[in-house]
């Protein structure tokens, strides 16, 4: 069977079930099925793929089907100008993320040496990106799940990050060590019972533990805001992502903690994506 033949019948099989990027979807797994680069699937649409590849990428399209995100299927997902590895145990990183890095590098830009802690680093996408720009600064991570601290160190490796990096499993309630320049996070914000609510891709296939937000959605965020005022500097700047309805309850307790709001910037769709705040008071 040709490429191109095996592509379309797998682009109207995923139409037919309201896969929006249906065609997009069947080449990027085509490219993964063959090994090969989605450029090369589309100028070489007349090669006859083989049977073992054929049914790898069969069974790639049948779980696409029910739903499983193209990010777990091919364990990979592109996050600034990074490739990084994922699987079912990580939060699959989104372009809105990106917005912490260009703040980071923004507000750092004239500074050395600067000590930070990433809270809930899941894939380690903003942590490791941030230090690939910078490699004179100094990263903490830490995070409850052990699957996420076992994702971060093969993209650490991956990406070749060796220095300025260490990684704690544990509940960020528990951890006590270090004083930090900068505290960066994207807690889960989704209120619990809006779970059910969530895109079958994200609902069914991505961690609760990085969605769920408790019963109004910002319970981990509380939990961060209170144990970042005690770990960072005096002068340091939280910087944290919210949902777009979440900005004022949100500075409300980043002032009950001691921090001043500098600025609430916006994502690619206009809506309010993170808070940066500067803690001014022990």
């Given at each position: ?22 065609l ?15 450029e ?11 049977k ?14 029910k ?36 703040q ?7 500074k ?99 969605l ?9 965020i ?13 002068g ?47």
């Amino acid at each position: 069977m040709k490429l191109e033949t095996a592509i379309n019948t797998a682009y109207l099989n995923l139409k037919d079930n309201n896969i929006k990027s249906a065609l997009l979807d069947s080449e990027i797994l085509m490219s993964n099925a063959i090994n090969k680069k989605r450029e090369f699937v589309i100028l070489n649409l007349k090669k006859e793929i083989d049977k073992k590849n054929f049914n790898n990428f069969q069974n790639m399209i049948a779980q696409r089907l029910k739903g499983k995100p193209i990010a777990y299927l091919t364990n990979k997902k592109f996050f600034w100008k990074y490739e990084f590895f994922v699987n079912n145990h990580v939060l699959i990183p989104r372009p809105d993320t990106e917005v912490i890095v260009e703040q980071v590098l923004k507000i750092f830009k004239n500074k050395n040496k600067i000590k930070f802690l990433d809270i809930g680093f899941g894939s380690g996408c903003i942590l490791l990106s941030i230090l690939k720009e910078r490699k004179d600064f100094q990263a903490t991570g830490v995070d409850i799940s052990k699957h996420a601290l076992k994702v971060c160190k093969i993209n650490a490796h991956k990406l070749g990050v060796k220095t300025g990096i260490k990684l704690y499993n544990s509940d960020i309630d528990k951890f006590s060590l270090g004083k930090y320049d900068l505290i960066i996070s994207n807690p889960p914000y989704i209120k619990h019972l809006d779970l059910k609510y969530l895109e079958r891709d994200v609902k069914d296939f991505e961690p609760k533990l990085a969605l769920d937000g408790g019963i109004d959605g910002i319970s981990e965020i509380r939990k961060t805001i209170k144990k970042s005022s005690e770990l960072i500097k005096y002068g340091g700047k939280l910087i944290l992502e919210i949902a777009y309805n979440q900005k004022y309850e949100v500075k409300r307790l980043l002032e009950i903690n001691g921090f001043y709001i500098n600025s609430v910037v916006k994502d690619l769709a206009n809506n309010d994506r993170c808070i940066i705040s500067t803690k001014i008071k022990e």
